[in-house]
C-alpha cells in the first residue's frame, strides 16, 4: 500500500453521506472520532450490501466502540461509551490508522465529543 501524507479536508456529516459506495465514481470513506479515512479499496467490505456499509459515508463511531452493526448505533456521539467500549473505539481508530490514508476531518461531530473527537 502507498501510504500519503494524511489530509485535513474539512467535510460536514452530510458531505460526508456522499462517500457511501452507492456511486462507483467516488471514493468509500469512514470516519472514526471525526479522522476521515479513504477505504475504498475495502470495497467488497465497505460498499453497499457488504457487512461494514454501515460506516460508510458516516462517522458511526459509537456502533464500532459497542462492536454494532445496528443502524441506530452507527453514530458520531460516542460520549456515552462506557470506557471498555472506548478502547474497542480506540483500537478501530488505531486498526484504521494503519491500514486507511486520512483524508480529512469531520466539521461538524456534535458537542457532547467535540473535544474528544481528535485524542
Known amino acids: 500500500m502507498i501510504s500519503t501524507p494524511p489530509k485535513e479536508d474539512p467535510f460536514t456529516l452530510e458531505q460526508l453521506k456522499q462517500f457511501n459506495g452507492s456511486d462507483n465514481s467516488k471514493p468509500i470513506?469512514?470516519?472514526i472520532k471525526g479522522t476521515v479515512f479513504d477505504v475504498t479499496r475495502k470495497g467488497d467490505v465497505y460498499g453497499p450490501g457488504k457487512s461494514y456499509n454501515?460506516?460508510?459515508?458516516?462517522d458511526g463511531?459509537?456502533?464500532l466502540g459497542k462492536s454494532s452493526l445496528n443502524p441506530e448505533d452507527a453514530v458520531p456521539d460516542y460520549s456515552d461509551l462506557p470506557e471498555n467500549e472506548r478502547k474497542v473505539l480506540d483500537d478501530w481508530f488505531s486498526f484504521f490508522q494503519k491500514r486507511y490514508n486520512i483524508v480529512g476531518r469531520v466539521t461538524d461531530m456534535p458537542a457532547s465529543v467535540s473535544n474528544l473527537a481528535n485524542l
Open 29 to 31: 470513506y469512514v470516519s
Open 54 to 58: 454501515i460506516f460508510a459515508g458516516t
Open 61 to 63: 463511531s459509537k456502533g
